[in-house]
T-cell receptor, first 112, second 114 residues
Framework: KQEVTQIPAALSVPEGENLVLNCSFT??????LQWFRQDPGKGLTSLLL?????REQTSGRLNASLDKSSGRSTLYIAASQPGDSATYLC???????????FGTGTRLKVLA | GAGVSQSPRYKVAKRGQDVALRCDPI?????LFWYQQALGQGPEFLTY????????KSGLPSDRFFAERPEGSVSTLKIQRTQQEDSAVYLC????????????FGPGTRLTVL
């Protein structure tokens, strides 16, 4: 059974720092991996999608990498801002139907 | 608005009551997903529709949970005889079709069972 783990569970950093969020999964047979952002009381917003054949994706200050063989993905956030404060969720699709298995998330707080 | 909407946003139920949660997907979206998110946890898949067909209900935790999408647009998640462990945020997501990766999530319904 696929299990997704995110480390750390919570993170607090001063504004301007670069930071890395980690995601690991137990079964490397995935179709794709997504990173989502969740703000309190709101739904999820997709940040980056990495297909199984890809190694990384970039969007603005965000960069996500994927190493299927080791079952790991990282989300790199450059020059963090208070507006980046949210919970970041990693999710893998193991069925090809976009039925995602989510990690428990990393709660990020960026201090002004 | 053009996004996924869910109602009610908050629901308090006494244990044993039945509840119905509604999801209005983005117009024209074929695929619809329901997830359950317990406090401090990531969302867990409940069920998946393609139009009106429920293709996967493997995540429904018990036979007290029932979902439908009779006309291939609005979906309702019904929970019968609610129990305290049903307390969670129920998220709905839709996507354009079965080949489209991007899912758009609604704000969720927070269910509290007393």
């Amino acid at each position: 059974k696929q299990e997704v783990t995110q480390i750390p569970a919570a993170l607090s950093v001063p504004e301007g720092e670069n930071l890395v969020l980690n995601c690991s999964f137990t079964d490397s047979a995935i179709y794709n991996l997504q990173w989502f952002r969740q703000d309190p009381g709101k739904g999820l917003t997709s940040l980056l999608l990495i297909q199984s054949s890809q190694r990384e994706q970039t969007s603005g200050r965000l960069n996500a990498s994927l190493d299927k063989s080791s079952g790991r993905s990282t989300l790199y956030i450059a020059a963090s801002q208070p507006g980046d404060s949210a919970t970041y969720l990693c999710a893998v699709d193991t069925s090809g139907t976009y039925k995602y298995i989510f990690g428990t998330g990393t709660r990020l707080k960026v201090l002004a | 608005g053009a996004g996924v909407s869910q109602s009610p946003r908050y629901k308090v139920a006494k244990r044993g009551q039945d509840v119905a949660l509604r999801c209005d997907p983005i117009s024209g979206h074929v695929s619809l997903f329901w997830y359950q998110q317990a406090l401090g946890q990531g969302p867990e898949f409940l069920t998946y529709f393609q139009n009106e067909a429920q293709l996967d209900k493997s995540g429904l935790p018990s036979d007290r949970f029932f979902a439908e999408r009779p006309e291939g647009s609005v979906s309702t998640l019904k929970i019968q005889r609610t129990q305290q462990e049903d307390s969670a945020v129920y998220l709905c997501a839709s996507s354009l079709d079965e080949t489209t990766v991007e899912q758009f999530f609604g704000p969720g319904t927070r269910l509290t069972v007393l």
